[in-house]
Structures are given as C-alpha cells and as structure tokens.
C-alpha cells in the first residue's frame, strides 16, 4: 500500500511535467510483486530533464526503503521502450 500511496501522489507531478504525454500506465504483477510504470513523452530529452528533476527531488530517498536495490534498483530498472507505433 505504501508504493500505491506514493504512486498516487507523485504521478500527478509525472502527468503535469512538460513533455509527458497521455499515456501513464501502472502494472503490478501479483506473482512477483512488482510494479511497472508505462509512460510516453514526446521527446527523449523530456524524459532525461524529467528523471534528472525527480532525482533532484528525491524521489530515490523516498523509494529506497521500499524498493528493492533502493534508489540505486529504481534507475536501474529504467528501460527505454523506443516509440510506440499504432498499427
């Protein structure tokens, strides 16, 4: 419930960041107890200012106690998708 809360808050902030577009989605795997975040910007250099202000910010802080790896499996778990295409 902890990831749900602060989820809920800080998406907010995610959604309104200049160069984030409609898509945030939110995944979570009951079987290995994970959540994946889903999001699409229009550029990739509005993501790199965006990852660079919430470390700023420090959301890895705030995720280290319950994330796994801490802060430092946060960054580590970011993958860059390419562009979504609709076919």
């Not at 902030?13 to 160069?19: A, H, S, V």
């Not at 699409?40 to 959301?59: F, V």
Request: hydrophobic letters at 40%; aromatic letters at 10%.
């Amino acid at each position: 419930q902890a990831m749900e809360d602060l989820f809920h808050s800080a998406l907010a902030d995610t959604r309104g960041f200049l160069g984030c577009e409609e898509r945030l989605d939110v995944v979570f795997n009951e079987g290995t107890n994970t959540y994946r975040l889903v999001e699409s910007w229009d550029h990739e250099a509005s993501y790199d200012r965006y990852l660079h202000w919430r470390t700023d910010m420090g959301i890895a802080d705030a995720l280290a106690p319950i994330v796994e790896g801490g802060g430092g499996g946060i960054l580590a778990s970011v993958s860059r998708l390419g562009i979504m295409k609709k076919i």
